[in-house]
């Protein structure tokens, strides 16, 4: 029971700590940042580096898909042609 107590009273003493240093940290930020790392920023890096990816990718893809369309028009409007 004692040993509890002294723990209980160690982990409020580390979490005043820790409280005591974002608050120092963060200054005029509208969040804190653990250990200087703007944690939002890099998530919003790695979604834009994502989507812009994804968006040539994705254009690529309908330049192709546009492109075997316009191939397979060409082969079937021979093979009506033939068929007559």
Do not use: H, M, W
Not at 38 to 46: F, H, N, R, S
Not at 50 to 71: F, I, M, T, Y
Request: charged fraction near 30%; aromatic fraction near 4%.
């Amino acid at each position: 029971l004692k040993s509890e107590a002294e723990a209980k009273t160690a982990l409020g003493n580390l979490q005043a700590k820790y409280e005591d240093t974002s608050k120092k940290t963060q200054g005029t930020k509208l969040c804190a940042t653990p250990f200087g790392v703007d944690v939002v920023g890099i998530t919003e890096l790695v979604a834009l580096t994502g989507a812009l990816v994804g968006g040539v990718a994705s254009r690529k893809r309908k330049e192709e898909l546009v492109k075997v369309n316009d191939q397979l028009r060409k082969i079937n409007f021979a093979l009506r042609k033939q068929a007559r």
